[in-house]
């Protein structure tokens, strides 16, 4: 019986054009940090011409990602700047992660501190085949993509986009003006991933506990800046429609 084996990327490998393709094994796996002895397989995920100037002239080369296919008792810590390719998660993340994931990938910031600026939280462990806590995820937004629900908005201006929390399985979306007969929307997303019946009704103690959750989102939300916004980034924010006049 063949050993398990895990998928790896390594991203941005160099390849002068006069350079020939087999080079890029012991390429990938010096940059992983693995031995050759331990690499079952080999495969080119993407090969880009790169021709930016560089010491002012230009440099012509190619910028490959490579997969390296590794024993799966073979990785984590040891590999030093691969990332494992081919992982699902599960968990529900939010745009707001992307900003401290990619400030622990390229050490702008250890962990700690991007927890501490940041609304969001790095989905770097994930990469590494880690798992993190649960936590609800919260969005708001100005149009909906599923037939009719745009009918109900009310307020057309920042305070009136639709508010949604995620929890476990369920999702809460509250239309901000709306009747109360109207105003919240309740779907099992595991059982109902296109959200097509509305649960509200059935369980009113679930919205009020979703709906606290989404209540005290919004209040840390109206937190002032740590810093000031210069004037070029608000009068921009204004015009995306992130600030009313």
């Not at 021709?51 to 230009?58: E, Q």
């Not at 995820?137 to 629900?149: I, L, Q």
């Not at 002032?224 to 608000?234: F, R, S």
Request: proline share 7%; glycine share 8%.
């Amino acid at each position: 019986m063949s050993k398990p084996a895990k998928t790896w990327r390594v991203l941005n490998l160099e390849l002068a054009l006069d350079e020939d393709e087999s080079v890029l094994r012991s390429r990938a796996a010096a940059v992983a940090g693995v031995e050759l002895d331990h690499v079952r397989g080999f495969r080119l995920a993407r090969k880009s011409l790169d021709a930016r100037r560089k010491g002012g002239g230009r440099r012509l080369r190619f910028v490959v990602h490579a997969d390296l296919i590794l024993d799966a008792d073979h990785g984590g810590d040891r590999l030093q700047q691969a990332v494992r390719s081919g992982r699902i998660v599960e968990a529900p993340v939010s745009l707001v992660d992307v900003t401290p994931t990619l400030a622990e990938l390229l050490e702008l910031a250890p962990p700690e501190e991007a927890a501490a600026r940041f609304e969001g939280r790095s989905l770097a462990p994930y990469l590494r085949g880690e798992t993190l806590p649960e936590r609800p995820v919260f969005a708001e937004c100005g149009r909906s993509y599923f037939p009719k629900m745009i009918e109900g908005r009310v307020g057309f201006d920042v305070a009136g986009r639709f508010r949604a929390v995620v929890d476990g399985d369920w999702k809460l979306i509250w239309t901000p003006g709306q009747t109360p007969e109207r105003e919240h929307q309740l779907y099992d997303i595991a059982a109902d991933p296109n959200e097509t019946l509305d649960r509200s009704r059935e369980f009113p103690d679930r919205v009020r506990a979703l709906r606290r959750m989404l209540d005290g989102w919004m209040a840390a939300d109206t937190r002032p800046p740590a810093q000031p916004i210069p004037e070029a980034d608000e009068e921009a924010l204004r015009e995306l429609g992130y600030i009313d006049d």
